[in-house]
């Protein structure tokens, strides 16, 4: 019989959720390299050698997390802790991914606001720009080979990047482009489909009717712009980008730039430039750009709200539609509607992209960093950290033969 000072048993919950705190908190500290780099590096801790779930187990889990809005890598950790230790789990391991990067976002915040007037930090930003660009142009090119698989597809990608420079919101693109989308492949059974996507019915379940009436609260719900942010309003801004957010982090750019740029003037092009090469650089998700953006807005409880704000929905997600989100992707109309969001989002994420790059490369040198970025990320699918690291040492070499 164990005495009252000997360790808990390997299966006890106690166990359990400091293995789970330990290994996410480890892997949010290490986790460069976007969602991808993500997942390879999940699936060989708790597939390969922990073998807390099976490969099969671990694969539904990637397409669940697919399926639903949010960081795909954070829905993947989350729906771990859940399947390791139940719903306390499913918190810690959500948590314990997070936090390192919040910390090392909102470090790197401080000393932006304290010192980002300083030459050097701001040469160094210099170069970091022109790498992102490319970082994010390279990760467009190969997301649209995979979202844009056929002529139909192509066409709306290239009809929702017509709308998103035409100044339509991009919450509207991505689900607008979706229903109809959907609706145009799946042409055959309209007729008997129609009245079960509008019925009162479905307006209660987690389907389209769901996502439509989050899409009409959304756009319905803007304020006006030039107002500076209280708390309350960066935690709504936040909490509706988590909430809608498909495609992963760079899309967050496409709603950062047309809420907080456009919409709201919170923040500068420059400002935003800034923070997703920040996003970039730092390890974990990308949604941890929302820290920093929080921070140089309402300071250190703007960025503990932001952040809380843009990952809570995802949480919410994986803790009311696990038990059905393995059915849900077996449906050819959810099939339809996430292949047409998918080529919605790489429109949105190019359209961003032209935008930032107009401020970013404004002169030769970033033009070269720019290029030597992307030769190096497509002749070596080099980690984009060390190319990010690369642009900013680029930028302290500029100024010093400047």
Same mark, same amino acid.
């Not at 932006?112 to 970082?135: C, D, E, H, N």
């Not at 935003?272 to 250190?300: C, K, M």
């Not at 849900?328 to 998918?342: E, G």
């Given at each position: 019989?164990?005495?009252?000072?000997?360790?808990?048993?390997?299966?006890?919950?106690?166990?359990?959720?400091?293995?789970?705190?330990? &290994?996410?908190?480890?892997?949010?500290?290490?986790?460069?390299?976007?969602?991808?780099?993500?997942?390879?590096?999940?699936?060989?801790?708790?597939?390969?050698?922990?073998?807390?779930?099976?490969?099969?187990?671990?694969?539904?889990?990637?397409?669940?997390?697919?399926?639903?809005?949010?960081?795909?890598?954070?829905?993947?950790?989350?729906?771990?802790?859940?399947?390791?230790?139940?719903?306390?789990? &499913?918190?810690?391991?959500?948590?314990?991914?997070?936090?390192?990067?919040?910390?090392?976002?909102?470090?790197?915040?401080?000393?932006?606001?304290?010192?980002?007037?300083?030459?050097? =930090?701001?040469?160094?930003?210099?170069?970091?720009?022109?790498?992102?660009?490319?970082?994010?142009?390279?990760?467009?090119?190969?997301?649209?080979?995979?979202?844009?698989?056929?002529?139909?597809?192509?066409?709306?990608?290239?009809?929702?990047?017509?709308?998103?420079?035409?100044? =339509?919101?991009?919450?509207?693109?991505?689900?607008?482009?979706?229903?109809?989308?959907?609706?145009?492949?799946?042409?055959?059974?309209?007729?008997?489909?129609?009245?079960?996507?509008?019925?009162?019915?479905?307006?209660?379940?987690?389907?389209?009717?769901?996502?439509?009436?989050?899409? &009409?609260?959304?756009?319905?719900?803007?304020?006006?712009?030039?107002?500076?942010?209280?708390?309350?309003?960066?935690?709504?801004?936040?909490?509706?980008?988590?909430?809608?957010?498909?495609?992963?982090?760079?899309?967050?750019? =496409?709603?950062?730039?047309?809420?907080?740029?456009?919409?709201?003037?919170?923040?500068?092009?420059?400002?935003?430039?800034?923070?997703?090469?920040?996003?970039?650089?730092?390890?974990?998700?990308? &949604?941890?750009?929302?820290?920093?953006?929080?921070?140089?807005?309402?300071?250190?409880?703007?960025?503990?709200?932001?952040?809380?704000?843009?990952?809570?929905?995802?949480?919410?997600?994986?803790?009311?539609?696990?038990?059905?989100?393995?059915?849900?992707?077996?449906?050819?109309?959810?099939?339809?509607?996430?292949?047409?969001?998918?080529?919605?989002?790489?429109?949105?994420?190019?359209?961003?992209?032209?935008?930032?790059?107009?401020?970013?490369?404004?002169?030769?040198?970033?033009?070269?960093?720019?290029?030597?970025?992307?030769?190096?990320?497509?002749?070596?699918?080099?980690?984009?950290?060390?190319?990010?690291?690369?642009?900013?040492?680029?930028?302290?070499?500029?100024?010093?033969?400047?």
């Amino acid at each position: 019989m164990p005495t009252t000072d000997s360790p808990p048993p390997p299966t006890s919950l106690t166990s359990r959720l400091r293995e789970i705190a330990a &290994l996410f908190l480890r892997l949010g500290a290490i986790s460069f390299g976007g969602p991808a780099a993500h997942i390879a590096l999940i699936e060989a801790e708790i597939v390969r050698q922990r073998r807390w779930i099976t490969r099969q187990q671990f694969l539904d889990m990637v397409g669940a997390a697919n399926l639903i809005p949010g960081p795909t890598s954070t829905e993947l950790v989350i729906n771990v802790g859940f399947a390791r230790a139940g719903w306390t789990g &499913l918190v810690v391991a959500g948590a314990s991914f997070i936090l390192p990067a919040a910390v090392i976002t909102g470090a790197f915040a401080w000393a932006y606001v304290r010192f980002g007037s300083v030459p050097q =930090a701001g040469w160094v930003l210099r170069g970091i720009k022109p790498a992102v660009i490319s970082v994010i142009a390279i990760a467009i090119f190969r997301l649209g080979k995979t979202a844009v698989k056929d002529i139909g597809l192509g066409v709306l990608c290239a009809l929702a990047l017509c709308a998103f420079f035409l100044g =339509a919101n991009p919450i509207a693109i991505l689900f607008g482009g979706g229903l109809i989308g959907m609706l145009a492949r799946r042409l055959p059974s309209i007729g008997a489909s129609a009245a079960l996507l509008i019925s009162p019915m479905n307006l209660r379940r987690p389907g389209v009717g769901v996502w439509t009436a989050l899409l &009409l609260a959304t756009v319905t719900a803007a304020a006006p712009a030039g107002i500076p942010p209280s708390l309350g309003r960066i935690t709504v801004f936040f909490l509706k980008v988590g909430a809608v957010l498909y495609g992963g982090g760079y899309v967050l750019l =496409a709603f950062l730039e047309q809420g907080l740029v456009r919409q709201h003037a919170w923040l500068t092009h420059q400002q935003l430039l800034d923070a997703v090469a920040i996003g970039q650089f730092t390890p974990g998700p990308v &949604l941890s750009t929302a820290t920093f953006i929080g921070y140089l807005l309402a300071g250190a409880p703007g960025a503990a709200v932001a952040t809380v704000a843009i990952f809570l929905p995802s949480f919410f997600y994986v803790a009311l539609l696990a038990p059905v989100l393995f059915r849900l992707r077996q449906s050819a109309w959810i099939a339809a509607f996430l292949d047409c969001v998918n080529a919605c989002a790489v429109a949105l994420m190019a359209g961003v992209t032209f935008r930032l790059g107009v401020d970013a490369l404004r002169a030769w040198p970033e033009w070269v960093i720019a290029v030597v970025a992307i030769l190096v990320l497509w002749r070596w699918k080099l980690n984009p950290a060390w190319v990010v690291l690369g642009g900013g040492l680029s930028g302290l070499l500029l100024a010093a033969f400047r």
